[in-house]
């Protein structure tokens, strides 16, 4: 696992606490791997989920900081979404 992974499960699990997505997504770091959210929280995998979001690690590290907003990087193109778009604006809330 990348140091990228680690430190953002590490992150967000801290910052999630005990908050968990009703589904499951799947946030795919461009050359980095893949971190799922679910009922367990957050861990590195690449399993299927309900939805599936893919940005470049530079997008990802802003959404998790809270220099972008998930909403505003998937309108300007700089997020992806394929599937359940409930799941994935229910997971822009709590990374908010």
Known sequence: ???ILSAAV???NTKLGAARLDGSAKFIIT???ALVFDGN???AGD?????TLTADAETFQDILNGDLDATSAFMSGR???D???GTAMQLAGLLG
């Open 1 to 3: 696992m990348s140091d």
């Open 10 to 12: 590490s992150a967000l």
């Open 31 to 33: 050359d980095e791997g």
């Open 41 to 43: 929280g957050v861990h």
């Open 47 to 51: 399993i299927d989920t309900d939805v």
């Open 79 to 81: 997020l992806s979404v």
């Open 83 to 85: 599937g359940d778009m």
